[in-house]
């Protein structure tokens, strides 16, 4: 299931970069057969309506190239999570017993916990549990020890 999630998320990665980069490149040459900015300053002033949709043009360029680098770097951080797992993997990792989920680090932030039973789930399991309300979903019971 974690490799088709990996491999969806990579093509629907692949798929946005590669329309951010051509998107990034029409730009580029639109504005390349326009005049610059400050040719468009010195001709019409700083509030005309060239300027401001001169400036509108850059302030979008800019934008997508941010994002692009913003998929970039989250892709390569990714890749070196994942290879710090693979070399190094988590010592104290469990499955959640409600939906099988590998917990990485297990911890407060990470789990909820029943006092009950001193049994936990993960955070998203006991996020819903206590969304739909307790009664709903387990029937006031935990859902461990059913007590």
Not at 22 to 32: D, G, P, R, V
Not at 103 to 112: G, N, Q
Not at 113 to 128: H, I, Q
């Amino acid at each position: 299931q974690q490799l088709r999630e990996k491999i969806a998320f990579t093509t629907v990665a692949d798929e946005k970069e590669q329309q951010l980069r051509e998107k990034i490149a029409s730009q580029k040459t639109h504005m390349a057969n326009l005049p610059t900015l400050q040719s468009i300053v010195d001709e019409t002033g700083f509030t005309s309506p060239a300027t401001k949709a001169r400036a509108q043009l850059i302030k979008e360029l800019s934008d997508n190239e941010e994002q692009l680098e913003l998929l970039l770097e989250s892709e390569r951080v990714a890749a070196v999570v994942r290879l710090q797992d693979e070399l190094h993997p988590p010592q104290n990792s469990e499955d959640c017993p409600i939906c099988f989920e590998t917990i990485k680090h297990v911890y407060s932030k990470t789990i909820s916990r029943f006092y009950c039973c001193g049994g936990w789930v993960c955070k998203k399991c006991g996020d819903e549990r206590m969304k739909k309300g307790v009664d709903e979903m387990f029937h006031g019971k935990c859902p461990l020890c059913r007590e």
